[in-house]
């Protein structure tokens, strides 16, 4: 049903497009007919992108994926750029019509001619409606065309560059009641969403490792959605994960996404690289005499699969006076997580809307779109990630990685 809805969307979108920045801007003839082709073309391009961008070989795939996901992105700002101008359209609709002309009076007495013989009226003043007047509606529609082709190209191309930047490496404080003073200043690199695929593979991971190890954190938490493949075909990109340093270790949870492929077979893998995963259990960080838990629970995706997040298994029977802190991929997690008293849980999962507007669609879904807020007595932290999901384009939402430090 996803699917028959989003190619209903994309379809649509694309015809559109193609009426107000093909048909109303050309007359009928070769341009037309050109301008028609490509805008087909296209259409099946993203088509393709989309159903089969997991189902091929990375290798394959990423020959459709980038000019198919680029284009996307565009075509999804032309048409919402479009759909904003269609309000001047409907201001300037007077403007467009052909005005009467004004009979002038004179005081001078001519000789009356007989009148001739009147000419047949124009189509649309014997139906009733205004004649339009076909040069000012082509210049209005070649320069609404002008305006969304120029607006949306600058902002999928800034958007490019945020996506496939370094992400932003933000340091936030937070302070936790129950924390004992010995763990005062302890460090979780947080990081989610790398979104490993056809676009991002293992040099993405390889500046995401280094950027956490140059940061010497205490604990690193990978907070779900790794990767869009499975294991053998981005195997190798998650490789330099095995180079993670820090002094307790590296953990993981599991995000929608990989319940999508196979979350059992990136679990093995993850051991295999040193990274622990996290399935609705904890752990106690210990250092001198202060503790606190660390938990983590399986995305709500995992119920489709009978792994489902259990967060009694995972937080009952813990001390009530040592803090603990819960990975949970989605930030929707965060009720249940506060009836059961977690100081801070850290999610991913929104990419911090990844395209403007689309943030205020994502904040209807989850409470928080990224950055720390507060439920009842709970913080939670939700990063933007640090890669992208289809289009490699993000505006008004670049990538982080996050260094938590907890204070007292």
């Given at each position: 049903m996803?699917?028959?809805?989003?190619s209903?969307?994309?379809?649509?979108?694309?015809?559109?497009?193609?009426?107000?920045?093909?048909?109303d801007?050309?007359?009928?003839?070769?341009?037309?007919?050109?301008g028609?082709?490509?805008?087909?073309?296209?259409?099946v391009?993203?088509?393709v992108?989309?159903?089969?961008?997991?189902s091929?070989?990375?290798?394959?795939?990423?020959?459709?994926?980038?000019?198919?996901?680029i284009?996307?992105?565009?075509?999804?700002?032309?048409?919402?750029?479009?759909l904003?101008?269609?309000?001047?359209?409907?201001a300037l609709?007077?403007?467009?019509?052909?005005?009467?002309?004004?009979a002038?009076?004179?005081?001078?007495?001519?000789p009356?001619?007989?009148?001739?013989?009147p000419?047949?009226?124009?189509?649309?003043?014997r139906?009733?409606k205004p004649?339009?007047?076909?040069?000012?509606?082509?210049?209005?529609?070649?320069?609404?065309?002008?305006?969304?082709?120029?607006?949306?190209?600058?902002l999928?191309?800034?958007?490019?560059?945020n996506?496939?930047?370094p992400?932003?490496?933000?340091r936030v404080?937070?302070?936790?009641r129950r924390?004992?003073?010995?763990?005062?200043?302890?460090?979780?690199?947080?990081?989610?969403?790398?979104?490993?695929?056809?676009?991002?593979?293992?040099?993405?991971?390889?500046?995401v490792?280094?950027?956490?190890?140059?940061?010497?954190?205490?604990?690193?938490?990978i907070?779900?959605?790794?990767?869009?493949?499975?294991?053998?075909?981005?195997?190798?990109?998650?490789?330099?994960?095995?180079?993670?340093?820090?002094?307790?270790?590296?953990?993981?949870?599991?995000?929608?996404?990989e319940?999508?492929?196979?979350?059992?077979?990136?679990?093995?893998?993850?051991?295999?690289l040193?990274?622990h995963?996290?399935?609705?259990?904890?752990?106690?960080?210990?250092?001198?005499?202060?503790?606190?838990?660390?938990a983590?629970?399986?995305d709500?995706?995992?119920?489709?699969?009978?792994?489902?997040p259990?967060?009694?298994?995972a937080?009952?029977?813990?001390?009530?006076?040592?803090?603990?802190v819960?990975?949970?991929?989605?930030?929707?997690?965060v009720s249940?997580?506060?009836?059961?008293?977690?100081?801070?849980?850290?999610?991913g999962h929104?990419?911090?809307?990844?395209?403007?507007?689309?943030?205020?669609?994502?904040?209807?879904?989850?409470?928080?779109?990224?950055?720390?807020?507060?439920?009842?007595?709970?913080?939670?932290?939700?990063?933007?990630?640090?890669?992208?999901?289809g289009?490699?384009?993000?505006v008004?939402?670049?990538?982080?990685?996050?260094v938590?430090?907890?204070?007292?």
């Amino acid at each position: 049903m996803f699917g028959v809805i989003l190619s209903a969307l994309v379809a649509l979108m694309h015809f559109y497009v193609w009426k107000r920045l093909v048909k109303d801007t050309t007359a009928k003839g070769v341009w037309r007919r050109v301008g028609s082709v490509a805008f087909t073309l296209l259409a099946v391009l993203v088509f393709v992108t989309l159903t089969l961008g997991r189902s091929v070989e990375p290798d394959v795939a990423r020959w459709f994926a980038w000019p198919g996901y680029i284009w996307f992105a565009v075509v999804v700002y032309l048409f919402l750029i479009t759909l904003v101008l269609e309000l001047p359209r409907l201001a300037l609709r007077g403007w467009v019509r052909r005005r009467p002309l004004e009979a002038t009076a004179t005081t001078d007495a001519a000789p009356v001619t007989p009148a001739p013989d009147p000419e047949p009226l124009p189509e649309a003043a014997r139906s009733g409606k205004p004649e339009i007047n076909q040069s000012r509606r082509l210049f209005l529609a070649r320069g609404a065309g002008l305006v969304a082709g120029a607006a949306s190209v600058s902002l999928v191309g800034v958007g490019i560059g945020n996506a496939l930047g370094p992400p932003d490496l933000l340091r936030v404080p937070v302070g936790l009641r129950r924390l004992d003073p010995g763990l005062a200043g302890f460090r979780i690199a947080v990081v989610s969403d790398i979104h490993l695929s056809a676009i991002l593979g293992r040099p993405h991971t390889e500046r995401v490792v280094r950027m956490i190890n140059e940061q010497s954190p205490d604990l690193v938490a990978i907070v779900g959605d790794l990767a869009d493949g499975t294991p053998e075909e981005l195997g190798p990109a998650a490789e330099p994960l095995r180079d993670l340093v820090s002094r307790e270790g590296s953990f993981f949870v599991t995000g929608n996404h990989e319940y999508f492929i196979d979350p059992d077979a990136w679990i093995r893998e993850l051991d295999r690289l040193g990274v622990h995963t996290l399935r609705n259990e904890r752990t106690t960080i210990t250092r001198g005499g202060a503790s606190l838990d660390l938990a983590g629970v399986t995305d709500v995706s995992g119920r489709s699969r009978d792994d489902g997040p259990d967060f009694g298994k995972a937080l009952d029977g813990r001390p009530e006076d040592r803090p603990v802190v819960l990975m949970a991929h989605q930030p929707v997690q965060v009720s249940d997580a506060a009836e059961r008293g977690v100081d801070l849980q850290l999610s991913g999962h929104t990419h911090g809307g990844q395209l403007y507007p689309f943030h205020h669609v994502v904040s209807l879904a989850q409470p928080s779109l990224a950055g720390l807020s507060k439920v009842d007595d709970t913080w939670l932290y939700v990063t933007r990630g640090a890669g992208f999901w289809g289009p490699p384009v993000r505006v008004g939402a670049p990538p982080d990685i996050t260094v938590i430090e907890l204070v007292r």
